[in-house]
């Protein structure tokens, strides 16, 4: 644990975002490590591929059709002998004889000496033959080996964050893994000693434990990987245990709840105790914030309320953790207000809004438990520490969730 002094005195979003960073940031020198192709989407490639085979593989037909050569079927129509029929994954040696046809299918090699393909649909088939009724001229429908990627020339670069058309493409070269960076491992620890997981029977008093899960799924919607996702209860010595599995597997350690000013706040009662920063920040939902580092590994402690969990990840992990992960910044717009809004003095309000066609509207009011409203949302709306009243139509600045 570092020793740093605890702090009380509130603090802006600004320098407590620009806190977190700093002590994120350096997660970025990540290693390379492999995935199954199969399991890429979404890592970024850490080293270019090229292609190890020529693609098309081998020379073969576009259509279901009659490979034939040009020159024998230049006058139409024209009936040719059939020398035989090749199916896609038949390796097909047998040379065209000269004057013949030889039915292949979609994918099929071609048969040494053909040059071209009747498409099904310009034939009739007879009895041993095939009369052809439209000529067709040298390389129709014929797939040339290396004329969609050569061997050796650059498939993906490096740094690609890969899509599917960029895993269809190299699964295409018969790649089965890929060098991707390893992604940042986050564990997460809420605490508290109502809840109850969910799919269990709620007893009197309980509720359901949503934060574990929607941090997890925050952090895996922003190319983290989720190590664990663990619950204690509010007593120190199980918090503190479970503390130290989270530092030991992860790169950063997420908490929920017990930051605040109750009796028993467990993360802040452990955390400050050895050096944590515990404080208030000045916004609204999520002004209670703690930042610890523990065996060199940082903790961001996130207030308890489940809206004041998911504005904290917004607001001041989920803009490093996109940079770190090389995923685009979050979109931030200007638009008008739909309806006026009230919101508190010296504190930055996060209101959760719609965004509709005459504007963005709230979703709900500012209470930090509406978490149910929140997922009518689609944006944050901000709106600045000095701003106490807002008319229908003014401008504000909206994060997209
Ligand atoms: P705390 O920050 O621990 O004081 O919790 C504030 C409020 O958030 C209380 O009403 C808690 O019951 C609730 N809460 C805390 N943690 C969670 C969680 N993991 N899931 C859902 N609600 C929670
Ligand atoms: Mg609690």
């Known amino acids: ?27 970025a020198a990540r290693d390379v490590e492999d995935a199954g192709t199969a399991e890429a989407l979404g890592r970024r490639l850490a080293e270019e591929v090229r292609a190890p085979v020529d693609l098309p593989v081998f020379r073969n037909s576009g259509m279901d059709g009659y490979a034939v050569r040009a020159e024998s079927v230049a006058v139409t129509p024209v009936t040719l002998p059939l020398a035989g029929i090749v199916a896609a994954g038949q390796p097909g040696q047998a040379p065209l004889p000269p004057g013949a046809a030889m039915k292949v ?42 004329t969609d990627v050569h061997a050796g020339d650059l498939l993906v670069p490096a740094g690609t964050l890969l899509a599917p058309r960029h895993i269809a493409a190299l699964a295409a070269v018969g790649l ?5 960076f390893r992604r940042v491992a986050a564990a997460v620890l809420t605490t508290g000693d109502e809840l109850m997981p969910a799919g269990k029977p709620l007893r009197p008093g309980q509720i359901y434990n949503s934060n574990g899960i929607a941090l997890g799924a925050a952090l895996a919607a922003n190319g983290v990987e989720v190590v664990s996702i663990e619950h204690s209860t509010d007593d120190p010595g199980e918090f503190r245990r479970k503390l130290g599995a989270a530092t030991r597997a992860a790169d950063v350690v997420f908490t929920s ?29 999520g002004g209670p914030q703690g ?56 504190r930055r309000q996060f209101l959760r809004g719609r965004l509709e066609p005459g504007g963005v509207a709230p979703t709900s009011g500012p209470g930090s438990h509406l978490i149910a409203a929140m997922a009518q949302a689609d944006v944050l709306i901000e709106i600045p520490a000095e701003v106490t009243e807002l008319a229908a139509g003014s401008t504000v600045k909206v994060w997209e969730l």
């Open 257 to 285: 709840g017990g930051v605040s000013k109750g009796d028993f706040e467990v993360v802040k009662d452990v955390l400050a105790g050895i050096g944590g920063e515990f404080g208030s920040v000045a916004m609204q939902p």
């Open 105 to 146: 299918m979609t994918g099929a090699p071609i048969p040494p000496g053909a040059d071209c393909v009747v498409p099904v649909e310009d034939t009739r088939a007879g009895d041993g033959t095939v009369t052809i009724e439209r000529g067709r001229k040298t390389g129709d429908f014929v797939r040339e080996p290396g």
């Open 291 to 346: 930042l610890s580092v523990v065996e060199g590994v940082p903790v961001l402690s996130f207030p308890g309320n489940p809206v004041s969990t998911m504005v904290s990840f917004e607001v001041f992990a989920r803009p490093i953790l996109r940079e770190l992960s090389g995923l685009p910044p979050v979109p931030k717009h200007d638009v008008p207000l739909r309806d006026s809004v009230r919101s508190p003095a010296g």
């Open 176 to 180: 089965a893994t890929l060098p991707v």
């Open 1 to 27: 644990m570092t020793a740093r002094p605890a702090t009380t005195s509130a603090r802006s979003v600004e320098e407590h975002r620009d806190r977190v960073e700093q002590l994120l940031r350096p997660l």
